[in-house]
């Protein structure tokens, strides 16, 4: 009998989704708009609110990419600018700067975090400016759901007057002192895309701090009209906006995202408790009291001289027992697309990238599930 395959993340219906998809057939709002759209990004809205920074406002769009594009457009960023990116990410992070024509300038990650490195970010700052053109913008993701240095970030940030873009795809349901990834920064990005920790199929957010930059990315998002009764348009627009059916599945799971948050971090902790005694893998922790991750992913380190086999072999081995497991992003200096851009660090990320694997950690396995994964597991480690 052929095993059921075990995934890295799938989606985990809540159970009003399918309901708020009904209310929109009934009626009839089958649009880029409606009140699924609404409710949903009123949710988000609500649950993002912190009494440190206050009220957010929520542009529901049809991707997190687009969110990314949309945020280098309101920040004013063309052609031949340059704008500053964590290079260990999804490509989706840095893909929009090549649609605007601008340049991406690729920074390495600090260990603890595996995110965007706040010394190196300040080093390419003043190498960028003493060669005649001051960045942009930077793009700090929180990778996996562990928040990046926050506060360090910030200081560089502010300190050169240099607008961040908050990449929060992987990290809606994480905090840093207590507040709420998607909050920080000049913008924020989210994503419900279909591997994420909730889903609307397809999807993403812009979080934006005020209703004018909110308004802004609306109407950029449904093809820059301007206020006339024909279609007038004195600006390039784009067809950005979530579907009313998309976002009905979206309310469905904002209802559950604090569960979901929940068993992400039980199944992180899991993988704490598997290998709490295997000398040469190391699980990615949150560094620090300040840092509380969703734990989207769980990923570990392996040390090849200690336990004898790569993540390599660890990967093939899981994959033979219908487990699914995948390296680290691989960092965008190394990505053939890429390799002409500069690139400011040392070799943090491609070391991460070398020696990390990113574990099953969806929130729907089961108990039985963690037994074949552990079973599987340490089979691969005796071998
Ligand atoms: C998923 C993801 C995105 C893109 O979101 P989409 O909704 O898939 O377009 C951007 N950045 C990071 C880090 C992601 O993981």
């Known amino acids: 009998m052929s095993k059921e395959k075990i995934w890295l993340s799938s989606p985990h219906m809540g159970g009003n989704e399918q309901k708020y998809i009904n209310d929109a057939f009934a009626e009839n709002w089958i649009a880029p708009l409606g009140p699924n759209v609404t409710e949903f990004e009123k949710s988000i809205k609500t649950y993002l609110y912190s009494q440190k920074l206050g ?25 031949d600018d340059e704008v500053l990116c964590q290079s260990m990410t999804f ?5 929009p700067i090549i649609y605007q024509g601008a340049k991406p300038v690729f920074i390495d990650s600090e260990s603890k975090t595996l995110n965007i490195c706040p010394e190196q970010l300040e080093i390419a700052i003043k190498d960028r400016i003493s060669k005649g053109k001051k960045p942009k913008a930077i793009i700090a993701v ?8 926050v506060d360090a970030v910030q200081k560089v940030a502010e300190e050169y ?3 961040v873009i908050e990449d929060s795809a992987e990290a809606l349901g994480s905090s840093y002192k207590g507040v709420k990834c998607g909050t920080f920064g000049r913008f924020s990005v989210l994503s419900f895309n279909g591997n994420k920790i909730i889903t609307t199929s397809g999807g993403g ?5 005020n209703s004018e930059d909110k308004n802004k990315a609306i109407y950029l998002a449904t093809q820059a009209r301007d206020d006339a009764p024909h279609y007038q348009h004195s600006e390039i627009g784009y067809n950005y906006r979530l ?10 799971q904002m209802e559950v995202l604090d ?14 408790n598997l290998f709490k005694d295997i000398d040469g893998i190391k699980v990615h922790e949150e560094p620090g009291e300040e840092y509380y991750s969703n734990h989207w992913l769980s990923v570990i380190e392996i040390d090849e001289k200690k336990v004898g086999l790569n993540r390599e072999k660890l990967r093939k081995h899981l994959l033979t027992e219908e487990i699914e497991s995948r ?32 574990l099953p950690s969806g929130s729907n396995l089961t108990d039985s599930d963690r037994s074949r994964i552990e079973k599987a597991i340490m089979n691969g480690l005796k071998k």
């Not at 490509?91 to 893909?95: D, G, I, L, R």
């Not at 957010?205 to 701090?209: D, E, I």
């Open 55 to 79: 009220e957010q406002e929520v542009a529901a769009l049809s991707s997190g990419t687009a969110a990314l594009h949309l945020a280098l457009i309101l920040l004013g960023v063309t052609r």
């Open 91 to 95: 490509a989706a992070s840095a893909n």
């Open 142 to 149: 929180h990778l996996y759901g562990m928040p990046y240095n």
């Open 161 to 163: 007057d240099i607008p």
């Open 205 to 209: 957010a812009l979080v934006t701090r």
């Open 243 to 252: 579907s009313n059916i998309c976002a009905g599945i979206g309310r469905g």
């Open 259 to 272: 569960k979901r948050v929940l068993a992400r971090r039980d199944m992180f902790q899991f993988y704490v």
């Open 327 to 358: 390296p680290l992003w691989k960092p965008m200096h190394m990505q053939p697309v890429f390799r002409n851009y500069p690139f400011y660090g040392t070799q943090v990320a491609e070391n991460k990238f070398n020696t990390g694997l990113c």
